[in-house]
């Protein structure tokens, strides 16, 4: 498993376009850009970051 895959898993950067945020969230997330993409449904299966974006 690489670095950017396991930043991913933590909740360190964004799980589609890996961005990286300021603290580590714990769990997989996607940022407030990826987040406001999606339809209804793809934002079921996603995490809305808490953390601000570096
Ligand atoms: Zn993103």
Request: glycine share 6%; proline share 2%.
């Amino acid at each position: 498993m690489g670095q950017i895959a396991k930043d991913i898993i933590k909740g360190r950067c964004c799980q589609l376009c890996c961005v990286y945020f300021k603290e580590e969230h714990g769990y997989p997330v996607v940022c407030k850009d990826c987040y406001s993409d999606m339809d209804k449904e793809e934002k079921k299966n996603y995490q809305l970051a808490k953390h601000k974006e570096l």
